[in-house]
């Protein structure tokens, strides 16, 4: 039973997709991550099927990894699968965003219970590819960044398709189970690097992301940030050979290359206009400091035991926050409850730093606690870069206009997963408060107000700046680029209070549906919160 | 009288002697003395298969001093040929004369060159092979001249003189071996003649007598005006067999009679002129602005490569190689002899309904007449020696005795030869499926149409499919020389 | 039994031949008898196909001799190879002649048209079954004749041009192969196919067999439009729709690559080859061609013309897979050839679809195609994702184990790369269709709209032939592992190539 949902969870969207023309309700879409759902909830460890006659026999498989970020990608796929507009899901409408949507999901949850390097190859590249559909827009600029994204992508596809070939040649055999029996070419090691480097924005191969993050429809770039960049991470942690002697040569590339990554998404991230834009870098920032622990782990075999999985739960409390932030700047850009938007984006922010008693938070003393006072400037760094990069986006939020309109379904069921994005359960015993932890917060808060020294003085930040790295966008006008007026505090009050009423208004009409979201997300939670 | 040796030969000469006596039902007569002479033929061909060479000496003289036939595996291929092409042309012919005035002229005339013919492929001396030639020759210039035009005339004057020089030659080397050996029978002299100055001079003589008949380069300017101003029928007959038959003297000669005397080299300048003859040709024909012209060209071409094979012949040893070299040669004269007579009957169609034979003016024949265009694309395909022809078999093997002997010569000759008849085939069967007017409408399929194609059908299918049997055949010699 | 194992090839071949020559003596408007002749020839060479797979795959032994001159046999015999592209040509011809009959529609000269195309398919199959050389060239060159006037059949001047460019290259290639198999028949005395080749025990000099090699090799490369022999195959799609597909993805230059296969694995032998050192060269040439071909590609704007350079690309993967020794190499190129011929046959039925509907003949007037002639496109869709080798469409298998085969055999160097440029330069030249057809809206005013009004995009017989082998374009990726699918039966052929 459970081998036959681990096949369904790919295998629905899929069929579905087939038949997008003919869904025109989100809620089509929203249940097809509900085999995935069962099975991050409920799905047994270690349940196998194997399919000797599909292409060139695939193998699924159902492992705590697999279960973790099925669990939480479900979660992300269904909230995205709300904030897809009406308009796209009308038949004839523009754009294919239902079988956009729909395929990618196959392909991302396919390579999740990939137990074999065809097969998730097989999703990575549906994945990948679909994507285009999610990044597509009519506009010049909106098609453009769709294409460089799909050259990117094809070009990481056919890196990871002969990386695929010199490791099947070496080791005789698709399953991961078995990959590792040889020492690994250097050139399959190479072409991984380039291939996933690709998805996770490697700095020098990010050069898609700035443009897709800032243009794409809101549900694309959660999906983007979220489950489909971690696809790239959890590509390395399934075909990388970790706990085995290697040429240090690629742990330290990855290190390097992953602090490069956080600096430079620090760097540029900090003088975007666009709060989109300032999430992007940070991406690129938070994906920097994957890869170098990844590249730690790889020098390290002796601690890899303890550092993988807590790297797992980095990656998904990113999953969950980074999409929840994407979305929530969306609400807030058009929502008129935005008066109490801004703590909830604000927590999402902290947590995401690493402040302490988020989930965030505690993933990183957990980090720390495996890396064993190794790295320990890395992580110092990569917390700067964090606060630098949060304290930026919230500066621009508080700053950015409103508009007048949001939906009400996104914003409840939102508001749902907020707090699993920030206190996931997964890291409940890392929850302390650690001075050591503060210590980045307020270096960066020091670094802020030297900043903000200097802008008052040099008037830096209001030059038009370029940004750097990013041949592909430097033409791109920032989106929310001009500044917002000053307005005095009372208008504030004023405005907001305004506001306060109006939502509350509406919330008392609130349907039989929203309530069934409502409902359905609280029996996640319990269940969440019953698990283990 | 059990031996059928006579009957094709005396079948169309006493038909030709009846239509003379009885004019008005003269095309009845040629198609039956055609029929006839084909039943003949069959009955002969059984024979030499079931029971090996056959021989006649007429009036019950011994050889030497009578008249002899014989009847070999090469001999019967060839009148297997000769007759069934010259049915076929018949019953075209009973078409294409069936209103004009000289139609029992034609029909004398041209029984009397199936006579020629057949006994020149059935003579077991000398001397008769001069007399049937210089009948064959003869009847073969008057049937030429029915055209009637200025053009045809003139033509035939040259066609004649020529023919007579050529006899004259002949004649004069038959006499030289009368004196140096004392008898005439093909036999006898097989086993008589060696390499000596007679002997020598008197190939030389026969030989160059036959390489005007047979229009070698460049002795072939009288062939393309003879043979493209004739009446269709006769061009047919005259490229298909009286050519050959000139082709198949001089095989006798060289293989059976003067096999000794033969020198490499003597054979590799007959090549050479072939491979000349090949290139020259086909290039020729290729620019020709007129179907008949085209094919009269081919036919030069075609002969060029029965020469080739010459050579060949020489440098193989005795034995199966060289029989089945000796086979090719056979088969691709057979395939020839059917594909041109296809091509000029399909021409000849072709210049009744349109009223001009100018290539570049052809558009629409495909679709006027599609049986016709047919034709000319299956004899096409023969002359360029594509499969599933007889040439393409012949190609072959003339292929693979290249590289046996290791003459390497030949090989660009044979490709480029086969290049340009692609080009010029092709080049024409353009033109006659292309769009146009050129031909007249669509009609339905005409009588005259039927035995075009059956002849082309011959040429393609049945010599490429059952093209074992002139290989079979090739080796039953009556003489004792080899091969031949 | 056993007059059945004579009797199968013969019969395999009749049952597109008889129909073909009866058909050209039907007068034009007897279209339905045509119609019944045609079909009821293709199922029963459907049917006769499958009692030949049977029969292949438990090792019996059918074989046909007809001796038509002294050493020279024609002879047709089933082995695994031959199994695999007689079964693609029957199944593509069904589909074809489907097709066919719905896009002549209203045509002239349609007997004349279903006959040569019966004699086209005839030829091919024979050469499929060809079981030695001599056969094999003379199915050769009747494939060339049976062609020609199809690829002159509109009879425009374009039309007699391209027949006439197309003839000049296939004669040319016709003859050096002759020459060549007439040099390597007196040397050897007879050149029967035998897995794993006949020329390594035959102790003979090796340069007069390189020499050899290149004459037979530039002969089929005519064909198989190995780059600069190409020239050609651009120029032959002025042919109709129909014609352009079975020449792209079954006759024509499927014939010269089946005939590289045979020559190298099965005259040969590949280990021999390799020995010989020939085989780096054809590796060569055909990495030049794939990636000229894409490059080529890209420049077009002539949509028909776009995919022949396409083909040119695509069928040379056939070529680097022979080239490279080794089973799994093997495998790729020659499940390519099943792939490719599935895969080009859409993608050329969809170009006629579309201009048949709406007049499109280039790629800049696709458009908004995709809302027009939705089903059309998905079809087009399906086959240029497998053309550029994207999962689970079936070039991704092709393209799979020809990388596997090049990593096995050490030379993943320059076969990957060759690869992956090649399949991002197919992604350089197929993706932007896709994006006219499906997301961009509709520019300009159809061509010629034929089916305005219709409630249907195309009749029945236009659009479920490109919709069918794009079904099998899927499946045989997807099931790429079953039995019986074209993957294992390259297994199957493979392992009995590398057996000795």
């Not at chain 1, 606060?387 to 986006?393: I, K, P």
């Not at chain 2, 269709?232 to 000139?246: G, M």
């Not at chain 3, 320059?414 to 690869?419: D, E, G, I, K």
Request: hydrophobic fraction near 55%; include cysteine.
């Amino acid at each position: 039973m459970n081998a036959l949902i681990l096949m369904l969870s790919p295998l629905i969207p899929l069929l579905m997709a087939c038949f997008a023309y003919r869904l025109q309700s989100r809620w089509w879409l929203f249940a097809a991550a509900l085999p995935a759902l069962y099975l991050g909830l409920m799905g047994e460890q270690g349940s196998t099927i194997t399919l000797p006659w599909l292409m060139l026999g695939m193998h699924l498989s159902l492992d705590a990894t697999a279960q973790q970020f099925l669990l939480f990608g479900a979660m992300i796929w269904m909230l995205a699968s709300l904030y897809i507009p009406g308009r796209d899901l009308l038949p004839g409408a523009m754009g294919y965003r239902k079988q956009s949507f729909l395929l990618a999901m196959a392909g991302n949850l396919m390579l999740i219970i990939a137990a074999d390097m065809l097969t998730f190859y097989v999703g990575f590249a549906l994945m990948g590819l679909s994507a285009y559909g999610l990044i597509w827009g009519p506009s010049q600029r909106a098609r453009k960044a769709a294409r460089v994204y799909l050259v990117f992508t094809l070009i990481g596809e056919l890196a990871l398709f002969s990386a695929l070939l010199l490791l099947l040649v070496n080791s005789q055999s698709l399953l991961f189970a078995e990959l590792h029996s040889e020492s690994i070419p250097q050139s399959a090691m190479a072409l991984l690097l380039l291939g996933f480097g690709i998805k996770v924005a490697l700095p020098g191969l990010h050069l898609w992301l700035p443009g897709a993050y800032t243009l794409a429809p809101i549900f694309g770039v959660a999906l983007l940030s979220g489950p489909m960049m971690k696809a790239g991470l959890l590509g390395w942690l399934r075909f990388l050979p970790f706990g085995e002697p290697l040429d240090p040569l690629w742990g330290n590339l990855l290190l390097l290359l992953g602090v490069a990554g956080v600096v430079l998404g620090m760097l540029v991230g900090m003088f975007q206009r666009d709060p989109r834009s300032v999430l992007a870098y940070s991406s690129i920032s938070k994906m920097g400091l994957f890869s170098a622990l990844i590249g730690f782990a790889l020098n390290h075999p002796g601690m890899v035991a303890g550092l993988l999985p807590v790297i797992v739960l980095l990656a998904l409390h990113h999953l969950m926050v980074k999409p929840m932030l994407f979305m929530g700047l969306d609400l807030w850009q058009k929502g008129t409850a935005a008066y109490w938007l801004l703590p909830a984006l604000t927590l999402l922010s902290l947590s995401l730093m690493g402040f302490p008693l988020t989930g965030g938070g505690a993933v990183k003393n957990l980090i720390s606690d495996a890396l064993n006072e190794n790295l320990a400037w890395l992580l110092f760094l990569g917390g700067i870069a964090g606060a630098l990069l949060m304290s930026r986006f919230l500066w621009l939020l508080w700053t950015s206009k409103q508009s007048a309109e949001y939906h009400r379904l996104t914003l409840s069921a939102w508001l749902m997963v907020l707090p699993l994005a920030v206190w996931a359960p997964f890291a409940w015993d890392g929850m302390s408060v650690k001075a050591s932890a503060l210590l980045p917060l307020l270096s960066a808060a020091v670094l802020l107000l030297v900043g903000q020294f200097l802008r008052r003085r040099f008037d830096l930040l209001q030059q038009p700046m370029l940004s750097v790295g990013n041949s592909m966008s430097w033409r791109m006008p920032l989106l929310a680029g001009e500044r917002v007026k000053a307005e005095s505090d009372w208008q504030l009050v004023k405005r907001l209070r305004q506001r306060y009423c109006q939502g509350f208004a509406r919330w008392q009409v609130m349907g039989l549906r929203d309530s069934a979201v409502w409902w359905l997300m609280l029996m996640l939670l319990l269940a969440l919160a019953l698990r283990n | 009288m059990n031996n059928p040796l006579i009957w094709p030969v005396a079948v169309p000469l006493l038909s030709a002697l009846l239509a003379l006596l009885w004019p008005r039902r003269s095309t009845w007569i040629g198609l039956l003395g055609s029929a006839l002479s084909l039943a003949a033929v069959v009955l002969v061909s059984r024979q030499v298969i079931e029971s090996g060479a056959i021989e006649l000496a007429l009036g019950g003289w011994s050889p030497g001093l009578g008249i002899a036939l014989r009847a070999d595996g090469l001999s019967v291929l060839m009148l297997l040929m000769s007759t069934l092409v010259s049915m076929a042309v018949a019953v075209y012919a009973s078409v294409y004369f069936s209103r004009s005035e000289r139609r029992s002229e034609f029909w004398v005339l041209w029984l009397l060159l199936i006579t020629a013919l057949h006994a020149l492929f059935l003579s077991g001396d000398l001397f008769n092979l001069y007399v049937t030639l210089e009948l064959l020759g003869l009847s073969a210039v008057v049937l030429a001249c029915l055209g009637g035009s200025r053009e045809s005339l003139q033509a035939a004057l040259n066609y004649l003189v020529l023919g007579l020089l050529a006899s004259m030659a002949f004649l004069i080397g038959v006499a030289l071996i009368y004196a140096g050996y004392g008898t005439l029978d093909m036999a006898a002299l097989a086993a008589a003649i060696e390499s000596g100055p007679t002997a020598w001079v008197a190939l030389s003589l026969m030989t160059g007598g036959l390489l005007i008949k047979s229009a070698l380069f460049p002795l072939h300017f009288w062939l393309p005006p003879a043979h493209s101003n004739a009446p269709a029928p006769v061009s047919a007959v005259l490229s298909a067999l009286v050519v050959k038959a000139a082709v198949y003297l001089i095989l006798r000669l060289w293989l059976a009679l003067f096999d000794e005397v033969v020198t490499q080299t003597a054979a590799l300048v007959l090549g050479l002129l072939g491979g000349v003859a090949v290139l020259w040709g086909s290039w020729v024909a290729l620019q020709a602005e007129r179907l008949k012209l085209m094919a009269a060209y081919s036919t030069v071409a075609q002969v060029g490569y029965l020469f080739l094979f010459l050579p060949l012949l020489a440098a193989l040893p005795e034995g199966t190689t060289r029989d089945v070299a000796l086979g090719a040669l056979v088969l691709l004269a057979l395939t020839h002899g059917f594909a041109k007579s296809a091509f000029f009957l399909a021409a000849g169609v072709i210049m009744q309904r349109a009223g001009h034979d100018r290539i570049a003016e052809l558009g629409g024949t495909a679709r006027a007449l599609p049986v016709t265009a047919f034709t000319l694309a299956l004899a096409g395909v023969a002359l360029i020696g594509l499969p599933p022809s007889g040439s393409f078999l012949a190609k072959w093997q003339l292929l693979s005795s290249v590289f046996i002997t290791g003459q390497w010569i030949w090989l660009p000759v044979i490709a480029v030869g086969t290049l340009l008849a692609g080009a010029y085939t092709f080049r024409l069967l353009g033109y006659a499926f292309a769009p146009g007017e050129g031909v007249g409408p669509s009609l339905s399929v005409g009588r005259e149409e039927i035995p075009a194609v059956l002849l082309a059908l011959a040429a393609t299918l049945l010599l490429g499919f059952w093209a074992s049997v002139v290989w079979e055949l090739v080796p039953i010699s009556a003489y004792a020389g080899g091969g031949g | 039994m056993m007059a059945m194992s004579v009797w199968l090839p013969v019969g395999i071949l009749l049952s597109s031949l008889i129909p073909g020559v009866l058909i050209f003596f039907q007068p034009e408007e007897r279209h339905r008898l045509r119609t019944w002749l045609n079909l009821l020839g293709a199922l029963i060479k459907l049917l006769l196909v499958g009692m030949l797979i049977w029969g292949v795959f438990h090792e019996q032994v059918f074989e046909t001799r007809w001796t038509m001159a002294p050493g020279l046999e024609f002879v047709l015999h089933a082995d695994a190879l031959s199994v695999l592209f007689v079964s693609l040509s029957t199944l593509l011809w069904l589909v074809t002649t489907i097709y066919a009959i719905g896009y002549l529609e209203q045509t002239p000269h349609r007997s004349r048209f279903f006959g040569f195309f019966s004699l086209c398919v005839t030829a091919t199959v024979g050469l499929a079954l060809a079981g030695n050389l001599f056969t094999f060239v003379v199915f050769y060159e009747l494939l060339t004749l049976a062609t020609y006037p199809l690829i002159a059949h509109k009879g425009s001047p374009e039309a007699l041009r391209g027949a006439r460019i197309y003839l000049r290259y296939t004669l040319f290639g016709g003859l050096l192969l002759m020459i060549g198999a007439v040099w390597l028949h007196t040397l050897t005395g007879g050149v029967e196919f035998v897995e794993g080749g006949i020329l390594q025990t035959a102790n003979l000099d090796q340069s007069t067999l390189r020499w050899i090699f290149l004459l037979l090799i530039v002969g089929l490369g005519v064909k198989a439009a190995l780059v600069p022999l190409h020239g050609w195959l651009p120029q032959a799609m002025v042919a109709p729709a129909p014609v352009s597909a079975l020449l792209h993805a079954v006759a024509v230059v499927k014939a010269g690559a089946f005939g590289i296969v045979r020559v190298i694995y099965d005259v040969y032998g590949v280990e021999f080859a390799a020995e010989l050192g020939v085989l780096t060269l054809l590796g060569a040439v055909a990495a030049i061609t794939i990636i000229y071909g894409s490059l080529k590609a890209l420049s077009q704007d002539h949509l028909k013309k776009r995919l022949a350079y396409s083909t040119v690309s695509q069928v040379s993967y056939i070529v680097l897979g022979t080239a490279i020794v080794g089973p799994l190499a093997t495998i790729g190129g020659l499940v390519h050839l099943v792939h490719q011929g599935v895969m080009k046959i859409t993608l050329f039925f969809a170009a006629g679809n579309y201009a048949e509907a709406l007049g499109i003949h280039r790629v800049s007037e696709m458009d908004g195609v995709g809302r027009r002639m939705p089903g059309t496109t998905l079809a087009f869709t399906i086959g240029a994702l497998g053309m550029i080798g994207i999962p689970p469409v079936a070039g991704f298998i092709s393209k799979w184990y020809l990388g596997l085969g090049a990593v096995e055999a050490g030379a993943a160097a320059w076969v990957l790369p060759v690869l992956i440029a090649s399949s991002l330069l197919n992604a350089a030249y197929f993706l932007p269709i896709l994006y006219r057809a499906w997301f961009k809206s509709q520019s300009a005013p159809w061509p010629a709209d034929k089916t305005a009004g219709c409630v249907r995009e195309l009749p029945d017989a236009l659009l479920w032939p490109p919709l069918t082998t794009a079904a099998m374009a899927l499946l045989i990726g997807l099931l790429a592992a079953a039995p019986y699918s074209p993957l294992e039966w390259a297994e199957l052929i493979a392992g009995r190539e590398y057996r000795q």
